[in-house]
């Protein structure tokens, strides 16, 4: 079965300082994994995805097999970093089959002034 | 390109109603995907589809149905609303192989008094 965890409901930082998304998932394969973002009351956005290595907003992330997990990371926090963060695993099933993404619950990520 | 287009993006019923929303796509993906967002519970999916004429359930199919008589067209439908069924709905897309992730619509906010 495959699951993804994110641990913090709710983050805050403060401006400038470093912020760290936790995200753990389970799955016995090879994930593709992936961070969306949701600002208020808006359609949620892909920020990453680990396949491809780039860094978006200054975030990165980096997969680590060994951990299982692919954390959020940016070394100065913004005020309008302030959002909602779900992370997603994709995995194929017993049958090779691929169809949908497993969900985190999300963060909820505050950068105060 | 719109990408993805979901329609009405706001509807009050009243309990006992019927309604139909749309998710519209103009980026030819075989995936398509229902799911509703509430406070603390993160994103639940609803039904999906993995081709025109195809659907399946997700973690939270009652009380609602699906249709895909076309590929750009995805259909969900409630027969009967209940106020459990506030919440606010998104389509998602989705190339085969998941390896871009999911393209999400702007959402539906849907109130059932």
């Known amino acids: 079965a495959q699951r993804v965890t994110q641990p913090e409901k709710l983050l805050s930082v403060f401006k400038g300082a470093p912020v760290e998304l936790k995200c753990n998932y389970s799955?016995?394969?090879?994930?593709?994994l992936f961070w969306y973002v949701q600002y208020s009351r808006q359609r949620l956005q892909l920020l990453l995805r680990?396949?491809s290595r780039e860094s978006i907003k200054g975030f990165t992330a980096d997969l680590n097999k060994g951990e299982t997990s692919f954390h959020l990371k940016k070394p100065f926090a913004q005020e309008e970093d302030s959002a909602m963060y779900y992370c997603?695993?994709?995995?194929?099933?017993?049958?090779?089959?691929?169809?949908?993404?497993?969900f985190g619950k999300g963060t909820l990520l505050t950068v105060n002034p | 390109n719109a990408g993805v287009t979901q329609t009405p993006k706001f509807r009050v019923l009243k309990t006992g109603q019927s309604m139909t929303l749309l998710c519209a796509q103009d980026?030819?993906?075989?995936?398509m995907y229902w799911y509703r967002q509430d406070p603390g519970m993160g994103l639940r999916l609803i039904h999906y589809?993995?081709?025109?004429?195809?659907?399946a359930k997700g973690e939270v199919p009652d009380g609602y149905n699906v249709s895909r008589l076309k590929k750009q067209n995805f259909l969900l439908g409630l027969e009967s609303a209940a106020p459990s069924q506030t919440s606010v709905y998104f389509c998602?897309?989705?190339?085969?192989?998941?390896?871009?992730?999911?393209?999400f619509g702007s959402g539906t906010r849907l109130t059932v008094v």
């Open positions: 997603a695993l994709s995995g194929r099933g017993s049958g090779g089959s691929n169809y949908k993404l497993t």
């Open positions: 799955y016995s394969g090879s994930p593709e």
């Open positions: 680990h396949i």
């Open positions: 980026m030819n993906h075989e995936y």
């Open positions: 589809s993995v081709g025109e004429g195809t659907t």
């Open positions: 998602a897309i989705a190339r085969q192989g998941l390896s871009y992730g999911y393209t």
